[in-house]
């Protein structure tokens, strides 16, 4: 059954404070604050001269500490190692990307007589 | 339901210790961790490691788990039911983690979530949904342009004693127009439930884009490689070419190289700043040529003298 309400798909809008993040996604304050302070998270603005109360996350950093939640739990990994390995994911990602648009592009320049 | 092997799932005898049931988990999770993994059904199979080791990994379920076994409760045709009067001793809670194990773990250990969930507030019931993720893939146009589109997400439910459930939900969605590749978007109130009067959770998308026959997209420039004459190049000319907007015209500039590139700023992906289009030039020989064409190439043979080799010449 498909409604016939449209639900209008929005950007950034809105944040996500640290309270908000803990319930919402059953996290760990200690483990979000340990997240910003190492860096896999920003918390919108200079997170060591902002209350905690003030940090706001926007919906991709969201995404990004419930994978750095999943990695940590599921391959019991420490705070450091999964600092790497989210460092290293992201660059094999992005080289991922540059590997499939540039073959994209080679196809239009090579091809067999 | 299934009875599930957990020794097998995990690749371990039956009499393995904790130590190498912990080694096997590890080694299995490196593999088939669904952000790490790129074997396919990978998210399947990690789901059954993790089941696996939950059970093997806690010496009271793993004592339960191989009493049930060893009363054959795997019995006919595979079927398992548990024994008549069956109940757990360990209870299964989980923190935010796996919310969806087999129903045969559920039989065995109880279902999760719900109770543990709802009364973790103490008095103040008053609980937020949770947020819940899924993706969409868009083609380049659908995405320039703006569309709607019908999503199947899976989100919970809680039923009457409190319990979480998951189904799928089929919902109506409008994606704006510009919408980029990798970009999160939202949906209010499309999550979890909320406990205790507290809101539904929010629906996250991540929007992935599928790749363009013609253009190649890099970040929110788009690149089109335009096949030209020798001719055309050789004395400028104006051609027509697509865009996402539609087909627009162009000036090849006399002298223009293969591989050269003319920008039209600001007809990439929309944003702030927008991305860029960008045309590449790709010199081709026209297939069939009539003797009177190559007798033209020999003129040009003839009264035209450049090595373009020169710079591996001059080496040798």
Known sequence: MTSNEIHELVEGMQEWSLLELCQRHLLDADFIVACVESGIIEAGGLAATMPQAEWRFSAAAVLRIEKARRLQRDLELGLGEMVLVLDLLDEVESLRAEVSSLRKRLQHWEHSS | MEFKEYYKLLEVGEKASADDIKKAYKRLARKYHPDVSK???????FKEVA????????????EEYDQVRAMGAQGKGGRFSPPPGWESATHFYEGGGHSDFSDFFE??????????RSYA???QMHMRGEDV??????LLEEAYQGCEQIMQVRVPEVDERGLISHRIKKLRVKVPAGTAEGSVLRIKGQGGPGLGGGGAGDLLVTIKLAEHPLFSLDGKNLTLVVPVLPWEVALGCKITVPTLKGRTRVSIPAGSQTGQKLRLAGQGLPGNPAGDFFVVIKVVMPDNISSKAKALYQGLQEEVVANPRAAWEEKA
């Open chain 2, 39 to 45: 074997e396919p059904d990978a998210e399947q199979k």
């Open chain 2, 51 to 62: 089941e696996a080791y939950e059970v093997l990994k806690d010496p009271a379920k793993r």
């Open chain 2, 107 to 116: 039989s065995m250990f109880g279902r999760d979530g719900g109770f543990h």
């Open chain 2, 121 to 123: 507030g103490g008095q």
């Open chain 2, 133 to 138: 993720h899924a993706e969409l893939a868009l």
